[in-house]
């Protein structure tokens, strides 16, 4: 029998690229994506496209309540920086986090897991390009697969959820490689924060300048639209 | 100054009790409540009502998609079981269980946290009486609090979460002497699984069982409006 997996997929290239993995590892794919603040409902519309052609088994979007919680330039009105250095990036923790929010993605794909009788799930994050969120990290992924082993039907009964991070300590240029060779077309993609209504990319976010490099880095084409 | 926590309140005995411990213990009290499915409306007036009764901070009520993902008495239209023993409510997971509830609610408790710079969340679980749901055991709650003080930015600069689940080792019965003791009207809250639309309970679904034994070992009158 097949074995089932949620897969958080935003519509950018690491979740993507995720989702990839997880469906050459022999996983029946149950994507999983959210509708939250405004400026995402691009992503919304990539994500969906590469659902479809990626013939996941089925699409779920789920509109949540992060808005009114805030506290972010993702889901507040606050300006997303523009043109930060490497150095800048790294330094603190970026202005478009948003508070707990993969912890709160996780927890909803818990719940579809427990309800499909899945124990796999995965999730795109990326420890290397992304080093001021606390939630990218391994010691976070490990720290909530036990609580999810504990929280759910199948812990009582002794299994164990495992949160696939496969991306983890890749770096974006390794990220683009890997979905390349699994034949992922990242035209289908968004990563940036800002995009026009038309979807064409800022350029010049911190997505989207760590997109561009990752692209340079890899030697392949970028095949985003950038305005 | 004073501390802030949030709180998650449903309506019901044993979270506005927690509420009112909290409030003892000095913190200033952001409300948390969730609108998900059709069955907890007359949860969520009990919720506002208490809210208003007890002077909280603020009482934010989001509206989330558990609905879609289903798998529960409480949110799909499964019959809540009615009239069953001690016996046959300890023996099994009941059909009520909602797929990694307490573990969304949290996660949402915890953004909220963030935004506030608070590090205590409050949640009334409680494993006595409800002993087939996972996610109310002392195990998940320490692991959720590991999870979550490694997912935020107060853990990376050294602060810990901290869930507080005061009422975790306590009987219905105890909870209810102690709420008494610092002043709760549980007139205000409602515990039925399945009330009619003018929220009177209906007196045999387990929820309602375990309120009146509780109302009853505690030796106090039960306010509840029974159909």
Redesign the interface.
Known sequence: MTKSAVILLSGGIDSTTTLAIAQQEGYAAYALSFLYGQRHRLELEAARNIAERMQVKKH?I?????D????SALTDKIRVPKNRTDREMASS?PVT????????FL??A???A??LGARDIFIGVNAMDYSGY??C?P??IR??E???S????A??EGHRITIHAPLIQLTKARIIQKGLELGVDYGLTISCYDPDPNGNACGACDSCLIRKKGFAEAGADDPTRYR
């Open positions: 779920m789920l509109r949540i309540g992060l009114e919680i805030g506290g923790i986090y948003v508070p707990a929010r993969n912890t709160i927890s909803y818990l719940a579809w427990e309800v606390p939630d990290r010691e976070y720290a909530y036990n609580m999810a504990l929280a759910t039907k812990g009582i």
